[in-house]
């Protein structure tokens, strides 16, 4: 999406719960391509380092403030409810996404009451697919802790209703159904059979070695939660884990020159990064590790690349080529509070 | 008054060091903002293993045998409480006398404050909070069934030596079953020595 911004065939943007500058690689790119757009509106709950970009802001809700179904990754449908109305002017992500079809003249489609009235709609629209959810209902979800899907609302295999389907806790179930088999086997293929897949090596597209010979990996610390805009601002997980460190091997910090604590910048092809070296045996000599979720020149993904799996499209977060050398001292901006702090 | 067949139960080689427990225990009301949990690193250069640290509710506290404003009292069911808040001077003899490190004086407000094993929910039968969030675990709150069927393997301990002083305590850690019992755990101490002389795993990797 933004080399299309920077192609310029995306020229307008509304985003939902998005904070690119921080989640995506390479993010000096991303935040000259935000400035590239011609138009931006954001929907968030809070003001966020990309949000900061957009023309409009138009303030959107916490789960805590809405009602609805999550789906968690073991296919268990479970129920949300709304604890707190949404404070100031701020409204449900749906009421503001409906609203804008109003006023764009196309409110086919848009014209939900509550939550439960999209949920019926799943219901219909999932019916005889693989996440079949036409079973499925808020009160059978409050009542059994959570439902599975497949949950039919009619036996697939023929049409006749099911008063009270009880899910699917566990799927590919020998003798189990799924639409794309058809009943020949349990596994999503047209012979009911699994494959297993051979994934051939591919170098990483920046591979250590060179004038970078160092891999750089990227990942999360506990107490922070994606790029921050919630956890950055809670008080007692800033304390837990206030700033990103580069946690590096006792043999490479020797290498460099330096001990636990003191300050380090390390350096790709797109970006550099002083922060506080955290020497620990338990990562390899040849790598360095930084967590990703704060913003502006703390952000790790100044460093990282561009490039996707081609075909899941995850970035490759978690190999690049980079060089670490001592620093003088802390850089300027280790002093520089968040606007939110 | 805490039911007699509930217990609190440590297992730190469960503990993956979340941290939910702090944050649980400093969102309580009576403390607000302040966890009552340590929870510490054994050795963050060499390893990731952590282990959560309550009060573990000597029959016989050290804190409050030492203070000398009477201000630490232990309930009739065992539990030891927080510095009572009129007494507490802040000496802080509590905190160098506890051989486990609990006791904390915050000088802000002149006062010890340590954990009372949840009191206001363990004297109505509820379950510490940081046992209710724990994923693994690591803290678990129970009946000496429950804890016998879950972990096989180890035994519950609240004995613990500590130079001449011996301590027994209403909390029970989880220890590995020992050298003379017939389980495998005889030999997770054998592999534990072998690991500590163990190579570098790191040794190949060039830099």
Same mark, same amino acid.
């Given at each position: 999406?933004?080399?299309?911004?920077?192609?310029?065939?995306?020229?307008?943007?509304?985003?939902?719960?998005?904070?690119?500058?921080?989640?995506?690689?390479?993010?000096?790119?991303?935040?000259?391509?935000?400035?590239?757009?011609?138009?931006?509106?954001?929907?968030?709950?809070?003001?966020?380092?990309?949000?900061?970009?957009?023309?409009?802001?138009?303030?959107?809700?916490?789960?805590?403030?809405?009602?609805?179904?999550?789906?968690?990754?073991?296919?268990?449908?479970?129920?949300?409810?709304? @604890?707190?109305?949404?404070?100031?002017?701020?409204?449900?992500?749906?009421?503001?996404?409906?609203?804008?079809?109003?006023?764009?003249?196309?409110?086919?489609?848009?014209?939900?009451?509550?939550?439960?009235?999209?949920?019926?709609?799943?219901?219909?629209?999932?019916?005889?697919?693989?996440?079949?959810?036409?079973?499925?209902?808020?009160?059978?979800?409050?009542?059994?802790?959570?439902?599975?899907?497949?949950?039919?609302?009619?036996?697939?295999?023929?049409?006749?209703?099911? @008063?009270?389907?009880?899910?699917?806790?566990?799927?590919?179930?020998?003798?189990?159904?799924?639409?794309?088999?058809?009943?020949?086997?349990?596994?999503?293929?047209?012979?009911?059979?699994?494959?297993?897949?051979?994934?051939?090596?591919?170098?990483?597209?920046?591979?250590?070695?060179?004038?970078?010979?160092?891999?750089?990996?990227?990942?999360?610390?506990?107490?922070?939660?994606?790029?921050?805009?919630?956890?950055?601002?809670?008080?007692?997980?800033?304390?837990?884990?206030?700033?990103?460190?580069?946690?590096?091997?006792?043999?490479?910090?020797?290498?460099?020159?330096?001990?636990?604590?003191?300050?380090?910048? @390390?350096?790709?092809?797109?970006?550099?990064?002083?922060?506080?070296?955290?020497?620990?045996?338990?990562?390899?000599?040849?790598?360095?590790?930084?967590?990703?979720?704060?913003?502006?020149?703390?952000?790790?993904?100044?460093?990282?690349? @561009?490039?996707?799996?081609?075909?899941?499209?995850?970035?490759?977060?978690?190999?690049?080529?980079?060089?670490?050398?001592?620093?003088?001292?802390?850089?300027?901006?280790?002093?520089?509070?968040?606007?939110?702090? | 008054? #805490?039911?007699?067949?509930?217990?609190?139960?440590?297992?730190?080689?469960?503990?993956?060091?979340?941290? &939910?427990?702090?944050?649980?225990?400093?969102?309580?009301?009576?403390?607000?903002?302040?966890?009552?949990?340590?929870?510490?690193?054994?050795?963050? &250069?060499?390893?990731?293993?952590?282990?959560?640290?309550?009060?573990?509710?000597?029959?016989?506290?050290?804190?409050?045998?030492?203070?000398?404003?009477? &201000?630490? #009292?232990?309930?009739?069911?065992?539990?030891?409480?927080?510095?009572? #808040?009129?007494?507490?001077?802040?000496?802080?003899?509590?905190?160098?006398?506890?051989?486990?490190?609990?006791?904390?004086?915050?000088?802000?407000?002149?006062?010890?404050?340590?954990?009372?094993?949840?009191?206001?929910?363990?004297?109505?039968?509820?379950?510490?909070?940081?046992?209710?969030?724990?994923?693994?675990?690591?803290?678990?709150?129970?009946?000496?069934?429950?804890?016998?069927?879950?972990?096989?393997?180890?035994?519950?301990?609240?004995?613990?030596?500590?130079?001449?002083?011996?301590?027994?305590?209403?909390?029970?850690?989880?220890?590995?079953?020992?050298?003379?019992?017939?389980?495998?755990?005889?030999?997770?101490?054998?592999?534990?020595?072998?690991?500590? &002389?163990?190579?570098?795993?790191?040794?190949?990797?060039?830099?």
């Amino acid at each position: 999406m933004f080399r299309k911004i920077d192609a310029g065939e995306i020229k307008g943007l509304i985003s939902i719960c998005f904070n690119p500058k921080v989640s995506l690689p390479d993010n000096n790119f991303v935040t000259r391509c935000l400035d590239k757009l011609e138009f931006y509106t954001a929907i968030d709950f809070f003001l966020n380092d990309t949000a900061r970009h957009a023309d409009i802001v138009l303030p959107g809700s916490l789960h805590e403030e809405d009602e609805g179904t999550v789906t968690q990754v073991e296919g268990r449908v479970i129920k949300v409810n709304k @604890a707190v109305d949404c404070p100031g002017e701020a409204r449900q992500d749906w009421r503001i996404i409906q609203d804008l079809a109003r006023a764009l003249d196309r409110p086919h489609g848009f014209r939900f009451e509550e939550p439960r009235q999209i949920f019926e709609e799943l219901r219909v629209a999932s019916k005889g697919g693989v996440a079949d959810y036409s079973g499925i209902t808020y009160e059978k979800i409050e009542r059994e802790m959570g439902v599975f899907w497949p949950c039919y609302a009619e036996d697939p295999r023929t049409g006749e209703p099911i @008063a009270d389907h009880p899910g699917t806790p566990r799927l590919f179930e020998p003798g189990s159904y799924n639409p794309i088999a058809r009943g020949s086997g349990p596994f999503y293929f047209p012979d009911g059979r699994a494959r297993f897949n051979v994934a051939d090596y591919r170098v990483p597209v920046d591979d250590a070695g060179g004038e970078y010979p160092i891999f750089l990996t990227t990942g999360r610390v506990v107490s922070q939660f994606l790029s921050g805009t919630q956890t950055r601002r809670i008080g007692p997980l800033v304390h837990q884990y206030p700033e990103p460190r580069i946690e590096m091997h006792p043999r490479l910090a020797e290498k460099i020159g330096v001990a636990d604590r003191e300050w380090v910048t @390390a350096e790709t092809r797109r970006g550099t990064i002083t922060l506080r070296a955290m020497v620990v045996t338990t990562i390899r000599p040849d790598t360095i590790f930084i967590p990703y979720h704060w913003t502006g020149r703390k952000s790790a993904n100044q460093l990282t690349v @561009a490039a996707q799996d081609p075909i899941s499209k995850i970035p490759q977060y978690k190999v690049c080529g980079c060089r670490v050398r001592k620093a003088d001292g802390p850089p300027a901006y280790d002093a520089v509070l968040e606007p939110q702090q | 008054m #805490k039911p007699d067949h509930l217990n609190f139960y440590i297992d730190p080689s469960r503990c993956i060091g979340c941290q &939910a427990c702090v944050q649980a225990c400093s969102e309580c009301d009576t403390h607000r903002g302040e966890s009552m949990i340590h929870l510490e690193y054994v050795d963050r &250069a060499a390893s990731v293993q952590t282990v959560p640290v309550v009060c573990m509710h000597c029959d016989q506290p050290t804190c409050a045998e030492v203070c000398p404003a009477d &201000a630490i #009292k232990r309930t009739e069911d065992g539990v030891v409480q927080s510095a009572r #808040k009129p007494r507490c001077i802040a000496c802080g003899n509590c905190v160098m006398a506890c051989p486990f490190g609990v006791p904390e004086v915050y000088e802000d407000r002149k006062l010890m404050m340590k954990c009372d094993m949840c009191y206001d929910r363990t004297s109505i039968g509820k379950k510490p909070m940081c046992a209710t969030v724990c994923p693994s675990q690591a803290l678990f709150y129970g009946t000496a069934e429950e804890i016998e069927r879950l972990r096989p393997q180890s035994i519950p301990t609240n004995q613990f030596q500590f130079g001449n002083q011996v301590i027994t305590t209403r909390v029970l850690v989880m220890a590995p079953r020992g050298p003379v019992g017939i389980t495998p755990s005889v030999r997770v101490t054998a592999s534990l020595d072998s690991g500590l &002389a163990s190579p570098d795993p790191f040794d190949e990797v060039e830099l």
